[in-house]
């Protein structure tokens, strides 16, 4: 396997909506580059990057998937990434390591929720976009009039950058070439061959083939003098200047070029793999990579020490080889067969075998052994690795995804994409011993590849909980825990942490007493409790005065109310935020013990609650809503219904973001009713905020289901 240099790579994301023909798009680049024998299709599970099991069985691509495409003397890595929103995590974290992101456009349906979401991300980075229209082939995509129009539709969304740098060729034959608008050269395709052949632009694509030049020339010199004065003075640009000037225009992100494939009939495909390696930004040319490092100190023997207590400092690391070797770790994969593998971008200096390494996240040391580049799930070995290209390692004992790695004495760190929070959860029970034991240690493997996967156990309910992004992403896991590691689980609606509490005082006396021959026991007790502000808990008072229960048995009285409170009195759910005060009582000399006054107060404790009109509390979270603008009515009709409260509303600049609080209840499931509504452009986050008295009349049906038992969601 040939060593490239960092000039000669290209790192591109190809992102976009579910089913617009990503996967089969780098099927199709990596069969025109002689890669593969035959183009991979996903039906069948052949398509390189589409190897993982549960994405075979579902057809879609639920995590990153990397190959890369060898094409006249550059090495173009190829991430294939997830195109459901609920799995959009992986797609900006691919976003990182590349240098452009390839936005694949379904012909049919224009750019559509996810396509939008992709975009913005991007944006936030200021990270360069190609724009592929795909399956133009396909009889349902618009006609050339559509087209246009779709054009136009992109440009309204995405600014007038959007230029298109081809037109399709499309006639009584089908979708069967394009046309170069750089060097005005149509490229022609027969069925079966990836290759196209040059050739004469239609007669009747002439006069729109030139209107599409002149549009590109011009957007393409604004903003440069000596350009415009060469437009003006000539009427263009030539080929070779143009060509130039709109791979500047890509690199600086003020230009985003629209070109069209077919990548199921191989239409484009070669082309596009050359408009990549000339005109998509090598990672050498693109800006310094902003870190987080660390201030170093000159010890008096010279050499120089990390200063641990040192204030951390923005440092530029320029991608090239000659800098310290550090490493940014953007994935993580188990093979079955060769354990963990993590998949890395060369930031500076060269990876070489063997070449030992500071995990700056983990302050712990790993060895690079073997280091090599992957094409789908294959590692191929290669002796060194370059600035700036990607490359992959298998067990490292403690690195993740996010981890910075590199020379011990350059420390930096970069900054991953934040982690968004589990949306949908269940309760999760092994169905036998045996898959009890293995559990733990097979989710574990998967949440070191899977960071949007949350495993935990509920302190207030003592179930273990599975959270994930969405009812597809948690069952994608339960069968991942079958296949690979033959571990079987039952799904279940989780229970709602409620808690029980008082509306007001009561007071009542608890007297234990049994003779049973011999010693017997007594305990006599009296208990006062009163409501307190939420989040008070119990408070437990002594107000014995006289010796009326001696010193070492209140202990033991408290001992009882706290025993009592937690197993609660309505359904079973802990009473709190109340104080109880012990005021009175009685003892015998002999028959009086520790165990005589808990079960007093335990009595006592009931009785007051009796008569102290206890109620249900729920949880109430805060919840944060961004959605399009025009599902803002929507969204606060759906609140309302769930007995939310609906706190404001601002401007996201892309959006509108909701502010409300809504009962934990209601929310289980809301993820599906957000996609729902929003067709998969909104999202939200929630966080714990108060506790809440339940209306009564729910407060009834949530204590009759208390009692029966907890519904089965899946296997």
């Not at 990397?66 to 459901?84: H, M, Q, R, Y």
């Not at 559509?112 to 995509?141: C, F």
């Not at 200047?241 to 077919?262: N, Q």
């Not at 209140?554 to 104080?579: H, I, T």
């Amino acid at each position: 396997m040939k060593v490239y240099l960092g000039k000669d790579v290209r790192n591109v994301a190809v992102v976009g909506h579910a089913h617009s023909g990503k996967t089969t798009l780098i099927a199709a680049l990596l069969q025109a580059a002689k890669m593969t024998p035959v183009q991979g299709r996903v039906e069948d599970g052949s398509a390189v990057t589409a190897y993982d099991e549960e994405d075979v069985a579902r057809r879609t691509t639920m995590a990153n998937a990397v190959a890369f495409a060898e094409w006249k003397g550059s090495k173009i890595n190829l991430v294939d990434t997830p195109g459901f929103h609920m799995f959009l995590y992986e797609t900006r974290a691919a976003m990182l390591p590349v240098e452009v992101a390839l936005v694949v456009v379904n012909a049919q349906m224009g750019a559509e929720a996810v396509t939008g979401r992709v975009w913005k991300y991007a944006a936030e980075i200021s990270l360069p976009r190609l724009v592929v229209i795909n399956q133009v082939d396909h009889p349902k995509a618009d006609s050339r009039v559509g087209r246009r129009r779709m054009v136009e539709l992109l440009q309204e969304m995405w600014g007038r950058q959007v230029v298109q740098v081809q037109l399709p060729i499309v006639d009584q034959h089908g979708f069967h070439g394009v046309v170069d608008l750089v060097t005005m050269k149509a490229y022609l395709y027969q069925e079966g061959n990836a290759v196209g052949e040059v050739g004469k632009i239609p007669e009747a694509m002439q006069a729109d083939a030139k209107e599409a030049h002149e549009a590109l020339v011009e957007f393409v010199a604004e903003g440069k003098d000596e350009l415009m004065e060469e437009f003006f003075r000539e009427g263009t640009i030539p080929e070779g200047h143009l060509a130039a000037a709109l791979h500047e225009a890509i690199r600086e992100d003020r230009l985003f070029p629209v070109l069209y494939a077919s990548g199921l009939r191989c239409v484009g495909i070669d082309h596009l793999l050359d408009f990549i390696q000339t005109y998509v930004p090598a990672p050498t040319e693109r800006a310094a990579v902003a870190t987080r490092g660390v201030r170093q100190e000159a010890l008096p023997n010279g050499s120089a020490e990390l200063v641990a207590e040192a204030e951390e400092e923005m440092v530029m690391r320029p991608m090239e080889d000659q800098g310290p070797l550090a490493l940014y770790a953007y994935k993580t994969m188990t093979d079955p067969f060769t354990g963990k593998i993590s998949f890395f971008k060369v930031i500076s200096g060269v990876v070489r075998t063997g070449a030992s390494v500071m995990n700056f996240t983990r302050q712990e040391t790993e060895v690079l052994a073997h280091p090599s580049i992957m094409q789908g799930r294959k590692a191929i070995e290669v002796p060194e690795i370059h600035a700036g290209d990607l490359g992959a390692v298998a067990k490292l004992h403690v690195t993740l995804t996010g981890d910075t790695l590199g020379d011990k004495s350059h420390e930096i760190v970069v900054e991953p994409p934040a982690v968004p929070e589990a949306v949908m959860t269940y309760a999760v029970e092994p169905k036998s011993r045996g898959d009890e034991d293995r559990l733990a240690p097979a989710l574990q493997k998967l949440m070191e590849d899977d960071p949007m996967l949350r495993f935990f156990r509920d302190p207030q309910t003592n179930e273990f909980l599975l959270a994930g992004a969405g009812q597809p992403h948690i069952e994608s896991v339960v069968a991942k825990l079958k296949r690979r590691y033959h571990t079987s689980v039952v799904l279940k609606a989780p229970k709602v942490p409620y808690q029980e509490t008082i509306r007001s005082k009561a007071e009542a006396e608890g007297r234990h007493k049994k003779q049973t021959g011999g010693h017997g026991q007594f305990g006599d007790c009296k208990l006062r409790i009163e409501p307190l502000a939420r989040g008070s808990g119990i408070v437990f008072v002594n107000d014995i005065f006289g010796g009326a229960i001696p010193r070492q048995y209140v202990p033991a009285v408290e001992k009882g109310v706290r025993e009592s409170a937690a197993r609660g009195f309505l359904g079973g759910y802990p009473v709190v935020d109340m104080r109880v005060t012990v005021f009175d009582g009685s003892y015998h000399e002999v028959d009086s013990s520790e165990l005589a006054f808990k079960l007093a107060a335990r009595l006592a404790f009931r009785k007051c609650m009796e008569q102290a009109h206890p109620a249900l509390l729920e949880p109430v979270m805060q919840v944060e809503i961004e959605a399009p603008d025009e599902c803002a009515g929507g969204l606060i009709a759906d609140l309302t219904g769930r007995r939310g409260r609906v706190q404001g509303m601002d401007s996201s600049g892309t959006g509108t973001i909701v502010r409300a609080e809504v009962p934990m209840a209601e929310m289980l499931s809301y993820a599906t009713t957000l996609t729902s509504i929003t067709q998969g452009r909104g999202s939200f986050h929630m966080d714990m905020s108060r506790y809440d008295v339940v209306p009564q009349a729910l407060s009834d049906k949530i204590l009759a289901s208390a009692k029966q038992p907890a519904h089965e969601i899946e296997e």
